[in-house]
């Protein structure tokens, strides 16, 4: 072989052990470059997972709220209809009592002892056109 013939000899052993360099190289970025993709692609699902469970959390307890909201509105209106029937009650109570004054007062006038605390006197003299400051 002629010395021209070893250059070329040598310039092509050279440039394929620098291309074979350049194909290790590139692979190994390849291969970096898969497991960061990879990594990144765990991290992303465990983020994902986190997220999912923070949303279902929070349906859970938006449900939680509605369902205490429905119940405090049921509750309000159980106690709206007993303060309305207790209102009615007592409204039937203070007429019975004035009935039962006025009846008292048919049976005996000259009686002032109405006593209902309620004002009744007054009421009562006034009927009868007693004057308020004439207490007999």
Same mark, same amino acid.
């Given at each position: 072989?002629?010395?021209? +013939? =070893?250059?070329? =000899?040598? !310039?092509? !052993?050279?440039?394929?052990? $620098?291309?074979?360099?350049?194909? $290790? !190289? $590139? +692979? ?6 898969? /497991? ?11 983020? @994902? ?8 959390? #929070? ?6 709220? #509605? &369902? ?5 509105? !049921?509750?309000?209106?159980? =106690?709206? *209809?007993? &303060? ?14 004035? /009935? %039962? %004054? ?11 002892? =109405?006593?209902? @605390? ?7 003299? +006034? *009927?009868?056109?007693?004057? $308020?400051?004439? +207490?007999?």
């Amino acid at each position: 072989m002629s010395k021209n +013939q =070893l250059i070329v =000899l040598g !310039v092509a !052993v050279a440039i394929i052990i $620098v291309l074979g360099l350049i194909g $290790v !190289v $590139v +692979q190994m970025g390849r291969r970096r470059k898969i /497991e960061a993709n990879r990594a990144k692609a765990n991290e992303l699902r465990k983020e @994902g997972n986190r997220t999912r469970l923070r949303a279902d959390e #929070e349906a859970a307890n938006a449900a939680t709220a #509605e &369902a205490r909201a429905r119940q405090t509105r !049921v509750m309000a209106e159980k =106690l709206e *209809q007993e &303060a309305t029937s207790r209102a009615k009650d007592a409204q039937g109570s203070r007429d019975r009592a004035k /009935e %039962h %004054h006025r009846r008292a007062m048919e049976l005996d006038p000259d009686n002032d002892n =109405l006593g209902d @605390g309620d004002g009744a006197l007054e009421d009562q003299r +006034q *009927q009868r056109s007693i004057p $308020v400051n004439d +207490q007999r």
